[in-house]
Nanobody, 128 residues
Framework: QVQLVESGGGLVQAGGSLRLSCAASGRTLSYAMGWFRQAPGKEREFVSTINWSGGITSYADSVKGRFTISRDNAKNTVYLQMNSLEPEDTAVYYC??????????????????????WGQGTQVTVSS
């Protein structure tokens, strides 16, 4: 099975940047990966996803243009570069993985329940 460990969260002022990492153990060949976040009192929401080859990415409208997802399959790691952070970005950020299918990529990539492997999360706090 796949195990995921997030890192890179922390406290940053508005306008600052953070780079999150998700290190995977186990076989992740042909796995799509995603980042989701959950703020206090809110449901877990889609942030960004990337397919196995790295050629297909998606972003929530709220982070588009500010966040960049990437992956290094040789290192079994997925990254989320977060720039121009806003207080509204404050949340626990979770990495997720799921076996890649075209159906997942086209229709379910943004649905948390479609991902079967999850990390424990890393806290991102953006202060004003």
């Amino acid at each position: 099975q796949v195990q995921l460990v997030e890192s890179g969260g922390g406290l940053v002022q508005a306008g600052g940047s953070l780079r999150l990492s998700c290190a995977a153990s186990g076989r992740t060949l042909s796995y799509a990966m995603g980042w989701f976040r959950q703020a206090p009192g809110k449901e877990r929401e889609f942030v960004s996803t990337i397919n196995w080859s790295g050629g297909i990415t998606s972003y929530a409208d709220s982070v588009k243009g500010r966040f960049t997802i990437s992956r290094d399959n040789a290192k079994n790691t997925v990254y989320l570069q977060m720039n121009s952070l806003e207080p509204e970005d404050t949340a626990v950020y979770y990495c997720a993985a799921e076996r890649e299918t075209i159906y997942l990529l086209l229709f379910k990539h943004c649905v948390p329940s479609e991902y079967h492997y999850w990390g424990q999360g890393t806290q991102v706090t953006v202060s004003s």
